[in-house]
Nanobody
Framework: QIQLVESGGGLVQAGGSLRLSCAASGGSFATYAMGWFRQAPGKEREFVARISRSAMAIIYAESVKGRFTISRDSAKNTVYLQMNTLKPADTAVYYC?????????????????WGQGTQVTVSS
């Protein structure tokens, strides 16, 4: 089993930037594709981005494409989400997740392990 801990959330004004980190431990980081999801109060969990084991295959939600960048550092067992040009609509709890499947998916139910989340609040 792998453990995931998110960090880097906070309060930022619209147009600002944040970088989220997800540190993995207790398992083989290289075994998993990694994803970022977010959930706002009263809304369903929403796919944000996914990065493959090799970091060569990356997909984004249309709502964040061009603004967010997902990356991973195998030496640090960490996946990142760089968020630029933030909007109030980006306000949510952000979760990282690990996926043992080798087929890309945006479905949160197909991910095997989850962090506890980090709050991102974007003010107008």
């Amino acid at each position: 089993q792998i453990q995931l801990v998110e960090s880097g959330g906070g309060l930022v004004q619209a147009g600002g930037s944040l970088r989220l980190s997800c540190a993995a431990s207790g398992g083989s980081f290289a075994t998993y594709a990694m994803g970022w999801f977010r959930q706002a109060p009263g809304k369903e969990r929403e796919f944000v981005a996914r990065i493959s084991r090799s970091a060569m295959a990356i997909i984004y939600a249309e709502s964040v494409k061009g603004r967010f960048t997902i990356s991973r550092d195998s030496a640090k067992n960490t996946v990142y989400l760089q968020m630029n040009t933030l909007k109030p609509a980006d306000t949510a709890v952000y979760y990282c997740a690990a996926d043992l499947e080798r087929v890309p998916t945006k479905d949160w139910s197909r991910y095997d392990y989850w962090g506890q989340g980090t709050q991102v609040t974007v003010s107008s």
